[in-house]
């Protein structure tokens, strides 16, 4: 039997395992703390590799951060099809984002935990992501709907959703006493209370 060589990872492949170990470092390490010859190591890739990818590290975290957004965008939206009611939808977004939190906690410490704005300082605040807007939005439609109270949009969204992303960033940093989704009720019933008409 010939034994044969292992092909070269390529392509889409090779940025994905680069975009993986620069996460991974990221999340243990943090940005500043991590170098390129950091991430080549981590992915078993020549360092040009990574340039061919990316026109350097900022380019690298830009990317992964546009791409974890993306993500987190698709499951609010996929969370909200098909849902009645400010109140359903709102769970249910917090339902999914505290799964993610338990499936991915390597992608949303990455964005929720890391200081952006020190390293991507041409990205807009997080606050104004793709994923924020989509939960202001909802509750403006509870606003509009006279579900919630006629507050502002941002008073109403931070009401709703604030403390689900605390509790979020708690469960990231190993303190919570029970698992994160034990507490969705608690969170929810606790926000709708905020800002319900």
């Not at 040009?48 to 499951?75: P, R, W």
């Not at 606003?143 to 507050?151: A, C, M, S, T």
Request: aromatic letters at 8%; glycine letters at 6%.
């Amino acid at each position: 039997m010939v034994k044969q060589a292992n092909k070269p990872i390529r392509g889409e492949v090779l940025r994905e395992k680069i975009l993986s170990s620069a996460l991974m470092l990221f999340s243990e390490k943090g940005y500043f703390n991590t170098s390129i010859p950091d991430i080549r190591q981590s992915a078993g890739v020549s360092t040009g590799a990574i340039y061919h990818h990316f026109k350097n590290k900022e380019a690298l975290a830009k990317s992964l951060y546009e791409s974890l957004l993306f993500d987190i965008n698709q499951t609010i939206e996929t969370s909200c099809t098909n849902k009645n009611g400010c109140l359903e939808q709102c769970r249910i977004v917090i339902k999914n984002l505290f799964q993610l939190t338990i499936d991915k906690p390597m992608q949303m410490q990455f964005i929720l935990l890391a200081q952006h704005r020190e390293y991507l300082p041409g990205e807009a605040p997080i606050c104004s992501s793709k994923p924020f807007q989509a939960m202001r939005n909802i509750v403006s439609e509870g606003i509009q709907n006279k579900e919630v109270r006629d507050i502002d949009s941002w008073v109403a969204a931070t009401a709703m959703f604030g403390g689900a992303l605390r509790m979020m960033s708690l469960q990231l940093d190993g303190v919570l006493d029970k698992p994160l989704p034990e507490y969705l009720d608690q969170v929810v019933e606790s926000a709708w209370l905020g800002i319900k008409k």
